[in-house]
């Protein structure tokens, strides 16, 4: 498995933007299905996007659907995600994520998780 370090949270105002960046480790990135989950507080951890292995092929839950876009640079072995138009709703801890399987990364059983950063949006 791969190892998986956030970064990029932070407090923002609402209508603003983040870019969270997660870094993998090792030389088999570009063969890993990556996706981004995030927990509010007090809630379950939630399913907001995910990437094939070539970036070929995204998928968004419909909360963040035309405001956020996951990425990734193979070269970099890292995974992104821009969240524009943020709102008070979306504060939360975001969690990278990384499997060999897709379907197994978008039901949020990965075999990989980062440590989460922490993006709070202010109203």
């Known amino acids: 498995q791969v190892q998986l370090v956030e970064s990029g949270g932070g407090l923002v105002q609402a209508g603003g933007s983040l870019r969270l960046s997660c870094a993998a480790s090792?030389?088999?990135?570009?063969?890993?299905?990556m996706g981004w989950f995030r927990q509010a507080s007090g809630k379950e951890r939630e399913f907001v996007a995910r990437i094939n292995w070539s970036g070929g092929s995204t998928y968004y839950a419909d909360s963040v659907k035309g405001r956020f876009t996951i990425s990734r640079d193979n070269a970099k072995n890292t995974v992104y995600l821009q969240m524009n138009s943020l709102k008070p709703q979306d504060t939360a801890v975001y969690y990278c994520?990384?499997?060999?399987?897709?379907?197994?990364?978008?039901?949020?059983?990965?075999?990989?998780w980062g440590q989460g950063t922490q993006v709070t949006v202010s109203s």
């Open positions: 090792g030389r088999t990135f570009s063969t890993y299905a």
């Open positions: 994520a990384a499997d060999k399987s897709l379907s197994t990364v978008v039901a949020g059983r990965p075999g990989s």
